[in-house]
């Protein structure tokens, strides 16, 4: 059965820095929080450097933003569930060896940015909102913040909704009880905590094959968050049936195959970076 690689990164920025050390993990599928639009990017790098099949974002601000990039044979387009400056959320259906419904998280306090009359979406409204609708088995991934602290809550909310995480499954352990973290606060309060996470289906949980999570000097450099790679083997039999309609345009794409057809960004002033 084809195995699907997904990583998630929160990677604080300055992706065009890091890009040899995100290519050398290997991911199928990438989950990147602030991460800069495609606009950005594409002037730092050429598209055959970042390999990507498929690039999509949105955001708030042209070089902090939440991105999904694809390689290889998994594609990705965007759900027409999507709501524009959600901000907090980027639901994709892949394709490729197989078809999955997948939400990329970036959760986000919930206060109007500077510049914008309303905040962020929050999570668990975001969530709320997609999940009913976006079809299954489906796929959370992403830096969630504290938003999946403790046992009530969020976490129980997304529990009753039948989603797994897949670190916990792996390791055997209790929400709390984590051995490592994917963040490391270094500065003025020093901290550990687990914040970036995957959660699948519990239809597909058994298909959990590895969970890593890259720690180390090089790594810290680049970022407080630690990369988290999850290996799932996916069914070829398992297909979804996404709405007919795409999202709108406002959403930035990109395909690197394509380096003219760069993008329609939801973040006016996008280009000018």
């Excluded at 009359?117 to 991934?141: F, H, K, M, Q, V």
């Excluded at 070829?236 to 309609?245: L, R």
Aim: glycine share 8%.
């Amino acid at each position: 059965m084809p195995l699907l690689r997904l990583l998630v990164w929160n990677c604080s920025g300055r992706l065009h820095d890091k890009l040899l050390d995100l290519i050398g993990l290997a991911p199928d599928v990438a989950v990147l929080a602030e991460c800069a639009c495609p606009e950005v990017l594409l002037r730092r790098i050429r598209p055959a450097e970042l390999g990507a099949r498929d690039l999509l974002w949105d955001g708030t601000h042209p070089s902090r933003g939440l991105a999904v990039a694809t390689f290889g044979a998994w594609g990705a387009r965007l759900s027409s569930l999507h709501r524009a400056r959600s901000a907090t959320t980027l639901p994709v259906y892949l394709s490729g060896p197989t078809d999955l419904p997948l939400v990329a998280v970036w959760a986000r306090p919930p206060k109007p940015d500077v510049g914008h009359r309303t905040g962020p979406e929050p999570l668990r409204d975001a969530l709320s909102r997609l999940l009913p609708a976006l079809g299954a088995p489906a796929i959370l991934a992403g830096d969630f913040n504290r938003t999946l602290a403790g046992k009530a809550g969020l976490r129980a909310h997304l529990a009753c909704a039948g989603f797994v995480s897949a670190y916990h499954h792996v390791r055997g352990v209790l929400p709390g009880e984590e051995a490592e973290a994917t963040f490391h606060r270094l500065r003025r309060y020093p901290s550990r905590h687990h914040l970036d996470q995957v959660l699948v289906d519990k239809a597909i949980a058994a298909g959990i094959r590895a969970v890593e999570i890259r720690t180390g000097a090089r790594w810290s450099a680049w970022s407080d968050h630690a990369p988290v790679v999850v290996e799932l083997e996916t069914s070829t039999q398992q297909q979804v049936t996404p709405p007919s309609a795409l999202a709108s345009s406002e959403v930035s794409t990109v395909r690197s195959s394509i380096p003219r057809d760069r993008s329609r960004s939801a973040v006016r002033g996008c280009s000018r970076g």
